[in-house]
């Protein structure tokens, strides 16, 4: 007799089974029918696995672009270890949320472990608020910078979970556990250039990520208001300058600006339909000590003392590149002062119950500053001359300068951006020597 097509293929390596041996092989297992029944359990357990375990992202290489390279574990990105819960626990997410302050808030603060992450929820700690930090130590870029930023978090008494913005269940539980006043959505795919390399990253933290957070929040309550991180992405292709909210953004120019711009439009439905108070800040290049590794301030420091060379975009024409780089202690007064003046979200019971409040406000510098004297004040403070190489603006979503109009966050958050980026950058240098010194932290 022969076997059905669909078995043909099970004993195929050549030399492993004889014909007869197979045909034997046939005869004995699938005239049976529980033998067949197991095989069908174990092909139906074997898929369960690999669904449970294989993430789009995870199909992708880490990310190197910050100098990080690990392939040992390409899986690893959204692999997260989901030991949460129990007594233990709860009672660590509830001393981290404890308010200490009169008038204090309770804040649930998403990519704790990021770059401004770290500050925001360090300076709400300081003046009392309650916090609590949620992280899942992706490997965009190394994670052990953000090891030592979490570290820095638990000696000031915040408590960082680890887990993802994705897990639904696990956002519940915080909730559950602690009736946050405030979330401070910070948790993102960040960088314009990565987004060629690795776009369903982007759609994983930026848009199923943005939107499972919304999702509880519209759902729990009281329901919290929202504090979240667009960025100056958004205005794109856009050349009427300064930026200023009321602008359009309807060109993004990377798949990056493209799901902060789509993240604007979300805030609006949940606003609209759940009445969520949502406030989008639109960060204009965050630079600063604890930054990030994949951005050029700091992997040019990184390179200049190493010797290599700088590649230093230049627009068409020899046209400046520039870029309305923002110190990061501005951007937490930003996102302290956005946290304070959130109205209440009406919402109850998944229902709105009102009119809520929806805010986008840009924080910037106002003074844009090309990207070659970025390069020469870096070279100042490092006293070591730059290798540069001036290439043409690559198009994989660069723009060629960013200037904001603060107008807007002057006037409803009484932002004030105080550091230039040469004082900005003194600080961030010294930083970086102190943290990087001797090699002892390994490879940014
Ligand atoms: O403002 C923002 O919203 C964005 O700011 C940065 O994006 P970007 O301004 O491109 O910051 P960098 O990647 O650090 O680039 C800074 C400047 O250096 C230039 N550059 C970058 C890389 C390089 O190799 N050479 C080079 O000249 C870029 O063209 C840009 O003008 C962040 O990476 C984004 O996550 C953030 O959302």
Redesign the pocket.
Request: proline share 3%; charged share 20%.
């Given at each position: 007799m022969k076997p059905a097509s669909h078995l043909d293929g099970i004993p195929s390596t050549p030399g492993k089974f004889k014909m007869e041996k197979s045909s034997y092989i046939y005869r004995m297992r699938w005239h049976s029918s529980l033998p067949r029944l197991a095989f069908w359990c174990f092909l139906f357990m074997a898929l369960i696995f690999v669904l449970f375990f294989r993430s789009p992202s995870s199909l992708s290489a880490p990310h190197n672009s910050g100098g990080y390279s690990d392939l040992s574990s390409p899986s690893r990105r959204y692999l997260q270890n989901s030991d949460w819960g129990g007594p233990a626990w709860e009672k660590r997410v509830r001393s981290s949320a404890r308010i200490r302050s009169q008038n204090g808030m309770s804040v649930l603060v998403t990519g704790a472990a990021g770059f401004v992450g770290t500050h925001v929820s360090a300076a709400l700690k300081r003046r009392g608020d309650g916090v609590l930090g949620l992280d899942n130590f992706n490997d965009y870029y190394n994670p052990s910078l953000k090891r030592a930023r979490q570290a820095l978090l638990e000696r000031a008494g915040v408590f960082v979970v680890e887990g993802d913005i994705n897990d639904e269940a696990l956002l519940r539980k915080l909730f559950e556990v602690v009736p946050f006043s405030h979330v401070m959505h910070l948790a993102a795919q960040?960088?314009?250039?990565y987004a060629m390399e690795n776009p369903s990253s982007y759609v994983h933290s930026n848009l199923a990520g943005l939107v499972s957070i919304l999702e509880v929040c519209k759902s729990v309550n009281p329901q919290p208001a929202i504090v979240w991180a667009s960025?100056?992405?958004v205005y794109g292709l856009n050349t009427k300058v300064p930026f200023s909210e009321k602008d359009r953004t309807d060109q993004p120019a990377s798949l990056?600006a493209a799901t902060?711009k789509a993240g604007e439009e979300i805030a609006h439905t949940y606003n609209h339909i759940y009445g969520l108070s949502l406030t989008g800040l639109?960060?204009?290049?965050?630079y600063g000590p604890w930054g990030?590794p994949?951005?050029?301030?700091f992997?040019f420091t990184r390179d200049i003392l190493s010797g290599k060379p700088?590649?230093?975009?230049e627009a068409a024409n020899h046209g400046t590149?520039?870029?309305d780089f923002t110190y990061i202690d501005d951007i937490v007064r930003g996102c302290l002062a956005s946290l304070d003046t959130a109205e209440k979200s009406t919402g109850s019971g998944g229902k709105k119950k009102g009119p809520a409040q929806l805010r986008v406000f840009n924080l910037g510098n106002t003074s844009p500053v090309p990207?070659t004297d970025?390069v020469s004040i870096l070279e100042r403070l490092l006293k070591v001359k730059a290798k540069r190489n001036i290439m043409k603006?690559p198009r994989n979503g660069?723009v060629q300068f960013?200037h904001a109009n603060i107008s807007s966050a002057q006037e409803e958050l009484g932002y004030k951006p105080t550091t230039d980026l040469e004082t900005g950058l003194k600080k961030f240098v010294r930083w970086y020597l102190r943290f990087y010194a001797d090699g002892k932290k390994g490879a940014v």
């Open positions: 960040a960088g314009v250039r960025s100056s992405s990056y902060k639109r960060f204009f290049t965050v990030r994949d951005m050029a301030y992997f700088i590649p230093i975009f590149v520039a870029r990207v970025l603006l660069d960013t």
